[in-house]
């Protein structure tokens, strides 16, 4: 059974940090491209960043210098650590695995106040 749980989502004033992780279980995670998206309300879903299962990251423009996608392949875990956050950055954040098949978390929820 495939599972992705997001963890790590708050409330944290503008200019803050934070950091999601999303521990994987069901596949064979290091195979797999792991990223992060994002969805505003009203908005749709988009990339945030994706790391492959070599280390190879890409990023969303709009968050180049300020947020770092890892991964822990012993642990199963991908992160993603966010720095300067602006209130544009509020978004329920989810979690994707994809190779062969594509999986999704539940997502986690940030809010950032100005």
């Known amino acids: 059974q495939v599972q992705l749980v997001e963890s790590g989502g708050g409330l944290v004033q503008a200019g803050g940090s934070l950091r999601l992780s999303c521990k994987a279980s069901g596949f064979i995670f290091n195979s797999y491209t792991m990223g992060w998206y994002r969805q505003a309300p009203g908005k749709q879903r988009e990339l945030v960043a994706t790391i492959t299962g070599g280390g190879s990251t890409n990023y969303a423009d709009s968050v180049k210098g300020r947020f770092t996608i890892s991964r822990d392949n012993a642990w199963n875990t991908v992160y993603l650590q966010m720095n300067s956050l602006k209130p544009e950055d509020t978004a329920v954040y989810y979690c994707?695995?994809?190779?062969?098949?594509?999986?999704w978390g539940q997502g986690t929820q940030v809010t950032v106040s100005s």
């Open positions: 994707k695995a994809q190779r062969y098949s594509t999986y």
